[in-house]
């Protein structure tokens, strides 16, 4: 059953003329006005149900009419007027028609000689008017970054470059030829033969007078000289030493933009690598150690702090003065502060390099415990480099001061050293020298000096110590057998290592050491480094003869006329020495 519209309707009649081929428009009729003539298909219609569009076929009327293929009429007019095309004109018809004609392209006029090119810049430089020097000298920067034939013509006008550096002089203080001259010279700089010119033709002293301008030029002048000092090196940097650079490279470290700081960093590394005077002008320099260790201090940006840090060590290498600066800002516990918050492997080696440098003169510095801390625990890492410079660290701090050996043995560093030694007792001869400074500093002359002998002995390493003891090559040799007599002396101190040392032949290993000693200086008329080995040995069995089996041993040696023999020398310590041994012995 067919439900009844609930209104009257009427069928929609056919248009006499389709709509879109008509000259004029229709006029639309409300009884037969149906959504598909609508620009929304969806709009409410007042037709019946059965006359409204569906959503599927509402298209435009026109589509709808071309593509029907019903018996039905046609609805929009008699499909014969769309076979009435127009033909398509041909190509040559189409390319000589008027508009293509006017719009065809005009040749391009001929490019002006390289030679009048130039000659015109140079007169253009000459003029008085800043407004034309400053348009010339934008002409000849684009001429550079055009590159190719252009670049090399500019490259090639040695008067050309020179009236640049000469055009300097002519910026009437608002900064805008400057800046324009900076930018085109750091475009120069980018090749070597740039560079070259700029060298030939004096560049660098006009440069180095720019360096006081504001940061936007100051850095273009800044990338250039740094560019010379990349390819050139002495050369450029005795230029600018010769020109006073160093000082206003000194005084750029006062602006605020790390970037910039980040290039004179390294420009002034270059100049302290490649030229002594820089370097030892720097080295000497309050002002600029003061800046250098602020910005160290405060800056974030990493390339800033690397920088600066490959700059310190060249820098705390100089003389005691220089060392003091840094320890007296604070230099210790900045360091220490980068050793634990930095992520970069190469400002930890850089900071402990410093480090090692100016602690020689810490060794009174007291409220270091924390650093101490830090040193320690890294000897427990693999990183060698690290652990090479932190040992030379704690061997100057534990030289002369009685609480940093005491927080030593607190903080398990014998231990931690013997472990080391065992482990290296072939190896690195630097490395096994250090260590056994170290233990020969804490085992004598402060409150926990037995106990780090006890540990020693505890561990089980006197016998590798006392393999150290090498009777050949003594001139090769020579630091690490004073360290370890000295260290043996040390242990002596305690009557109950004194047993252990003698049952590791410690007492024959000397005498054998000695008598070999005592060859050489025999050869050698005056070579104090023997005189003062031997001095350590004659007192390290001084302590060992307190004990009847060590100088049972010394007199079985048959080593007593060497000590007659000192003992009848001149007023020194060795003769001093040697008769307090022979005392001990009961030999007059």
């Known amino acids: 059953m067919h439900h009844q519209a609930p209104y009257p309707c009427k069928p929609s009649p056919h248009h006499s003329q389709n709509p879109i081929i008509s000259n004029h428009l229709q006029p639309i009729n409300p009884d037969s006005h149906t959504t598909m ?50 033909p398509r004109l041909s190509n040559d018809v189409e390319n000589t028609h008027p508009q293509y004609i006017e719009l065809q392209p005009a040749p391009p006029p001929a490019k002006p000689a390289p030679s009048q090119v130039m000659s015109e810049l140079l007169n253009f430089l000459m003029e008085d008017d800043s407004v034309i020097v400053r348009e010339a000298v934008l002409l000849t920067h684009m001429l550079i970054r055009e590159g190719g034939e252009s670049r090399s013509e500019v490259i090639q006008n040695r008067d050309l470059i020179t009236t640049l550096l000469e055009t300097f002089s002519k910026d009437i203080g608002d900064g805008k030829i400057t800046h324009a001259l900076a930018s085109l010279f750091h475009s120069l700089s980018q090749q070597q033969e740039g560079l070259r010119v700029i060298l030939d033709c004096g560049g660098i002293p006009r440069l180095v007078s720019m360096l006081n301008s504001p940061d936007r030029t100051v850095s273009f002048v800044t990338t250039t000289l740094h560019n010379f000092l990349i390819v050139f090196q002495d050369q450029a940097s005795n230029e600018i030493e010769r020109c006073d650079g160093i000082q206003k490279f000194i005084n750029l470290l006062e602006r605020p933009n790390d970037k910039l700081l980040t290039l004179v960093a390294d420009s002034l590394l270059k100049m302290s690598t490649y030229n002594i ?18 910005i160290f201090d405060t800056s974030q940006y990493d390339k800033l702090l690397l920088t600066i840090s490959k700059l310190l060590p060249i820098i705390s290498s100089g003389n005691e003065l220089t060392k003091h600066i840094i320890l007296q800002i604070n230099g210790l516990n900045i360091f220490e502060k980068h050793l634990r918050t930095t992520r970069s492997i190469r400002i930890r080696h850089n900071c402990l390099i410093t480090m090692r440098n100016i602690s020689n003169q810490a060794t009174r510095m007291n409220d270091i415990d924390s650093l101490l801390e830090k040193l320690v625990a890294i000897l427990l890492t693999d990183d060698q480099q690290s652990v090479i410079c932190s040992l030379g660290i704690l061997n100057n701090l534990t030289a002369d001061n009685e609480t940093n050996k005491s927080l030593f043995v607190k903080l398990n560093g014998v231990q931690t050293l013997m472990q080391k030694l065992m482990m290296n007792a072939d190896g690195n001869d630097d490395f096994i020298e250090v260590v056994l400074c170290i233990l020969r500093h804490v085992t004598a002359r402060h409150d926990l000096e037995n106990e780090a002998r006890e540990i020693i002995r505890k561990s089980y390493g006197i016998g590798n110590i006392i393999k150290l003891l090498r009777d050949k090559n003594i001139k090769e040799h020579w630091e690490i057998l004073k360290a370890t007599v000295g260290l043996i002396k040390n242990l002596a101190l305690s009557s109950t290592i004194i ?17 070999t000693i005592d060859r050489e200086r025999l050869k050698i008329s005056e070579d104090n480094r023997l005189d003062i080995l031997l001095n350590i040995i004659i007192g390290t069995l001084i302590k060992l003869a307190k004990d009847s089996s060590c100088r049972l041993i010394i007199k079985e040696m048959n080593c007593t006329s060497i000590f007659i023999r000192f003992s009848n020398l001149p007023s020194c310590t060795l003769q001093q020495s040697s008769n307090i041994l022979l005392n001990e012995l009961n030999i007059n």
């Open 37 to 86: 003539w609508l620009d929304d298909p969806y709009s409410v219609s007042t037709a019946c149900p059965s006359q409204r569009d569906s959503g599927f076929n509402s298209r435009p009327a026109s589509l709808r009419s071309i593509e029907s293929t019903g018996t039905g009429p046609i609805h929009h007019g008699s499909p014969s007027v769309y076979e009435h095309i127009p």
């Open 277 to 294: 005077k820089s370097k030892i002008f720097l080295q000497n320099n309050e002002q600029f150690i003061q800046r250098l260790l602020y």
């Open 499 to 515: 047993s252990c040392l003698c049952e590791q032949n410690a007492v024959r290993r000397l005498i054998e050491l000695l008598i």
